[in-house]
């Protein structure tokens, strides 16, 4: 199929395996290969595998060790990144989750150096703090990685309640602390020329529900003043990511990833210049209610720049025996037939893939990163 520009420019996609020769990662290659994908998620663990391993009677930390993705070594995933560059295109935008802590994909089982957990993170000294990004964003230089989807700036709640503080995902409760610690942050990934992501707008400070498994609800715990301040301070990190969350007061029908209201006020109220993209549209408070090509479909025409669908969580599309077709071409189509139908427009694609364009053009050859 011939994909005009810009519809696959619009997505972003996790793929199975760890290397050419393995015939589910060359398979999930072919297909993005074939819709002109240009943008790629890596994962060191293969959730559906592990949580089929845990149901069977595995504990958690077996399960993880016996169910890997693609990030195996230092050395196999800088080869790993380069076969996708030499396959799909070489400037394709290469992203991970190194958030630190417990929401990490470069870790010690895979011969990494650990990268603290962002709440341990606030409590050292600025100095150091800075020395632990600089650290993990010259890691992910060397590697080849050009987008790292941190930093979670979300407010840590009072009490330590939801999903966020139980796996020490925020920097801290108040706003200040937040934004300088991301900021310091953003400032290492540049210097080495590895774009960030802030997340996850609106906040999910108040959110009780992990939106991987259920459609958290934050219209009565979002506090908009405190939750949105980082976000004004942060406005030149190159990518924000949008949160599975519904309000009803600002959108009674749709979450913050499929809501123009919301991303609205992203674009327009805070004035955002970068690169808008969805939190992964294969967890469960998506893919419970919304096909992924529908998702994929009313996300843009919210004015979402990007969609991302991991194809690595609960209630993703594919069974642990790794057996269902990749996602991609599906996603491609929904877009191509939404602006047969007029239910998107070229000139708003046309906007976004600028935006996403200049992210790209921020890479630099490999040998060329600091």
């Known amino acids: 199929?011939?994909?005009?520009?810009?519809?696959?420019?619009?997505?972003?996609?996790?793929?199975?395996?760890?290397?050419?020769?393995?015939?589910?990662?060359?398979?999930?290659?072919?297909?993005?290969?074939?819709?002109?994908?240009?943008?790629?998620?890596?994962?060191?663990?293969?959730?559906?595998?592990?949580?089929?391993?845990?149901?069977?009677?595995?504990?958690?930390?077996?399960?993880?060790?016996?169910?890997?993705?693609?990030?195996?070594?230092?050395?196999?995933?800088?080869?790993?990144?380069?076969h996708i560059r030499e396959r799909l295109a070489p400037d394709c935008i290469v992203a991970i989750d190194q958030e630190g802590g417990s929401v990490a994909r470069l870790t010690p089982r895979r011969g990494f150096e650990p990268d603290p957990a962002p709440a341990a993170l606030a409590t050292r000294a600025p100095e150091a703090r800075a020395a632990a990004h600089n650290r993990c964003a010259a890691r992910l230089a060397r590697l080849g990685f050009d987008l790292n989807l941190a930093p979670c700036i979300d407010l840590a709640p009072a009490t330590p309640t939801n999903v966020e503080a139980a796996h020490s995902r925020s920097y801290a409760t108040d706003p200040e602390t937040v934004a300088q610690c991301a900021r310091e942050c953003i400032d290492a990934h540049n210097a080495h020329n590895v774009a960030t992501c802030i997340k996850h707008f609106p906040g999910l400070a108040g959110a009780h529900q992990d939106t991987h498994f259920h459609l958290a609800d934050i219209t009565n715990s979002h506090d908009s003043a405190r939750e949105l301040d980082p976000y004004t301070h942060l406005l030149d990190a190159q990518a924000a990511m949008v949160a599975h969350v519904l309000h009803r007061t600002v959108d009674p029908d749709f979450p913050a990833t499929l809501s123009r209201a919301w991303i609205n006020q992203l674009r327009t109220t805070l004035a955002y210049p970068g690169v808008i993209i969805t939190d992964s549209i294969d967890m469960r408070a998506v893919s419970d209610r919304w096909p992924n090509p529908e998702a994929t479909v009313r996300a843009l025409a919210a004015g979402v720049d990007m969609v991302l669908h991991g194809f690595n969580g609960p209630g993703s599309e594919h069974s642990p025996e790794h057996t269902s077709p990749h996602p991609a071409p599906r996603m491609v189509r929904a877009i191509l037939e939404a602006l047969d139908q007029g239910d998107l427009t070229l000139s708003a694609l046309h906007a976004s893939a600028d935006r996403i364009d200049r992210l790209r053009r921020r890479q630099l050859a490999p040998d060329s990163r600091a």
Do not use: K, W, Y
């Not at 559906?48 to 060790?65: E, F, M, Q, W, Y």
């Open 1 to 82: 199929m011939t994909t005009p520009h810009p519809a696959a420019s619009l997505v972003c996609v996790g793929v199975r395996g760890s290397g050419p020769g393995d015939p589910i990662f060359d398979a999930d290659l072919d297909a993005c290969a074939e819709v002109g994908i240009r943008a790629i998620i890596l994962f060191d663990v293969d959730v559906p595998t592990r949580d089929a391993l845990i149901a069977a009677g595995a504990s958690h930390d077996d399960a993880t060790r016996r169910a890997p993705r693609n990030i195996l070594s230092p050395d196999q995933t800088c080869a790993l990144i380069q």
